[in-house]
């Protein structure tokens, strides 16, 4: 099941990352990984860096994507994101947390792509 679930993820980061470019954000990292998490993609989007969650399901059977960005989850893509600053020296840039939901045809993988942007703040 885990290799299962992180194929899926790996499947929705790349739709993730070809659908960004194609609104026209610039992907600075992909996987940025540290001792206190992980964040999926790291983007620019105008003035703004993006720290983006990744969230990939087939159907909508147990909630919608973005619901299992909890706080919980959501404090440690904060944390993530501030060593992130500081290792790379980016105070003088604005940040913003997304959140992107694939959602998957059981038919066909057909990916249905919603972008939140700004989806949450601590």
């Known amino acids: 099941m885990h290799s299962f679930n992180k194929d899926i993820g790996s499947l929705g980061e790349d739709i993730a990352e070809n659908y960004l470019r194609q609104i026209g954000y610039t992907i600075l990292q992909r996987n940025f990984r540290c001792r206190i998490g992980e964040i999926d993609l790291i983007g620019k989007d105008g003035d703004y860096i993006c720290f983006i969650e990744v969230k990939t399901r087939y159907g909508s059977l ?33 940040f913003r947390f997304d959140v992107i939901e694939i959602i ?7 990916p249905s792509v919603k972008l939140i942007k700004d989806a949450f703040q601590l």
């Open 104 to 110: 998957l045809s059981n038919d066909t993988n057909t």
């Open 62 to 94: 147990f909630g919608n994507p973005c619901e299992s960005v909890t706080y919980s989850k959501q404090r440690k893509i904060y944390k993530t994101a501030e060593l992130y600053i500081m290792k790379k020296k980016l105070f003088k840039f604005n």
